[in-house]
């Protein structure tokens, strides 16, 4: 991988169509490049910076800020102890209804939640024409962020009929799990995805920067007899997250 990056980085420097005057950037871009061609598989080490120094012949500093522009990105993140390493992106097929445990499980991540409200309260003019309740009906709402591992990757508010599930605290992480014990796990569902720009508290709480790129997906599921079970705003990482959809003709 270090020859590939040294080989793009010497095309790049004598390349006039990207000619860059700043030796950071032009790594930078040289690293951007080898990520999006796959000569560098995610979850992989880049070269050490003393290393990328020596084969580049550039300074420590100027290999320093490349690598940092590219850990704000989300397309490196850093391990304290372990070294630099090719952000690994979570792909989420759009054509199985799963839960966010189930997608993290099958990837060998662990998930887990920290709640911020687990209660029960009346329905909300919003959430009674989302779910289809009348007035003074009573809901339960999970609002919690998500991680994979030790890394936030969501934020999710979800809200449901309390004549489904009686008791917030019957959710410890998946709220399927919990609907599929009371047989009532959803068998369809309607979502609307938007980019969006996260705002100051939705980045604090997912560990990246103001204005970061991300991902709002609205969704409605249904059990078979039509009835709204869950209704769920969620704001997931754009630089971790890839939505994919398979499309047929008729």
């Known amino acids: 991988m270090e020859a590939a990056l040294a080989n793009e980085y010497r095309r790049i420097c004598r ?29 992989q080490a ?3 910076e003393r290393d990328l120094s020596q084969a580049l012949k550039l300074s420590r500093v100027t290999v320093r800020k490349a690598i940092a522009g590219l850990v704000e990105e989300g397309l490196l993140t850093q391990r304290h102890g372990a ?32 709640f911020f409200e687990r209660g029960i309260g009346e329905v909300t003019p919003e959430e009674s024409m989302a779910l289809n309740l009348s007035p003074g009906s009573l809901v339960v709402r999970l609002h919690r962020v998500r991680y994979g591992q030790d890394e936030p ?6 809200v ?4 489904v599930l009686p008791d917030p605290l019957l959710v410890h992480d998946s709220l399927y799990e919990a609907l599929e014990k009371l047989n009532a796990r959803p068998r369809r569902a309607l979502q609307r995805l938007r980019a ?3 705002n100051a508290q939705q980045a ?12 709002s997906i609205e969704r ?30 008729d």
């Open 204 to 215: 604090r709480l997912l560990h990246v920067n103001v204005g970061s790129a991300g991902l």
């Open 153 to 158: 990757l969501a934020i999710e508010r979800s």
């Open 46 to 48: 880049l070269p050490s």
């Open 83 to 114: 070294g630099t390493f090719i952000a690994e992106r979570i792909v989420k097929p759009m054509s199985r209804l799963t839960s966010f445990t189930e997608d993290l499980r099958e990837r060998g991540l662990s998930p887990r939640s920290e």
């Open 196 to 198: 969006v720009s996260l």
């Open 15 to 43: 390349d006039p169509a990207t000619h860059q005057p700043l030796a950071y950037l032009r790594l930078r871009r040289a690293i951007r490049n080898i990520v999006e061609h796959r000569d560098i598989e995610p979850g």
């Open 220 to 249: 409605r599921s249904f059990l078979d007899d039509g009835r709204v079970v869950e209704f769920t705003c969620s704001w997931y990482r754009g630089d971790i997250y890839d939505f994919v959809a398979e499309l047929q003709t």
């Open 160 to 163: 449901v009929p309390a004549s």
